[in-house]
């Protein structure tokens, strides 16, 4: 089995402040179909402000209210993750983390025996950023980061990121439209790790930096990361499942 993290942002899982159902049920039943191709897939995955709110419009602007947001909605969105498992005769289970979990070498090892216990037994983890006592996800990196140190420490050969953009490109799409798309990435220079940070909407805190800062960083651990659309996963399952890099960037050092 090849072990691999997918992550999945808040841009990709939301639609109108609501968690978006259908991409949520075509995530879920790739995952399916990868287990099927001997994959272990490790889900990291943000929405649980978006649920919240849903339940309880309190003003996002404030960390406070999102960590409350999250408090509501991280129940209901493994709710909403169980039952679209089950529909594939999965189990899935929630693995809350902070990130200074990966400070201290016996936290990881505790924290990996419980993931390597979950996959032995067929279950998918599905990880998010423990909000209430840690607020990185919430103000920085919306999980990008998180997912990088999953994938290193819980010893997955590569991370893959779904966004709202389909790859990395040489300057930012939205903006230019003749941006053309990075293939292949084996290193990133200091200036494009250090650039402004790009969150595209409130539920989008990340930006290319974040996802940027996380290739580097596991290209420096010998590991991979490969960044496609989370709209469309015909790119992802081409490359997971076939074999073939159509879109998409990869970073492999
Ligand atoms: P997500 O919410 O899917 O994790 P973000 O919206 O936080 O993703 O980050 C992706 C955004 O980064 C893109 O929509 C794009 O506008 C912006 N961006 C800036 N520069 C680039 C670039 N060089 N290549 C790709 N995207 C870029």
Do not use: W
Not at 63 to 84: C, D, H, R, S, T
Not at 195 to 218: C, M, R, W, Y
């Amino acid at each position: 089995m090849k072990r691999i993290v997918i992550k999945v942002g808040s841009h990709v899982l939301t639609e109108n402040g609501a968690i978006a159902k259908p991409r949520m049920l075509a995530l879920v039943q790739l995952i399916a179909e990868l287990k099927t191709h001997h994959y272990d897939v490790i889900l990291v995955s943000s929405g649980a402000v978006s649920a919240g709110y849903t339940q309880l419009p309190l003003d996002r602007s404030q960390v406070a209210n999102k960590q409350a947001l999250a408090a509501i909605g991280q129940p209901l969105l493994l709710k909403m993750y169980q039952e679209k498992f089950a529909r594939f005769d999965l189990l899935c289970s929630q693995v809350l983390l902070s990130a200074d979990v990966f400070g201290e070498p016996e936290h990881i090892a505790h924290a990996k025996n419980a993931i390597d216990t979950l996959l032995k037994n067929n279950v998918v983890p599905i990880i998010n950023e423990n909000d209430t006592v840690s607020i990185e996800e919430l103000v920085f990196g919306d999980n990008d980061r998180l997912s990088a140190h999953v994938a290193h420490y819980f010893d997955a050969a590569l991370l893959v990121i779904l966004s709202d953009i389909d790859a990395f490109y040489d300057k930012d799409p939205n903006k230019y439209s003749d941006a053309k798309r990075r293939v292949v990435v084996n290193r990133l220079e200091e200036d494009e790790l250090n650039a402004e940070h790009t969150p595209n909407n409130e539920f989008a805190t990340g930006g290319i930096v974040t996802k940027l800062q996380s290739a580097d960083f596991l290209m420096r651990h010998d590991r991979e990361m490969f960044l496609a659309s989370g709209f469309d996963l015909s790119d992802v399952k081409a490359f997971l499942v076939e074999g073939e890099h159509k879109g998409g960037t990869l970073f492999k050092a």
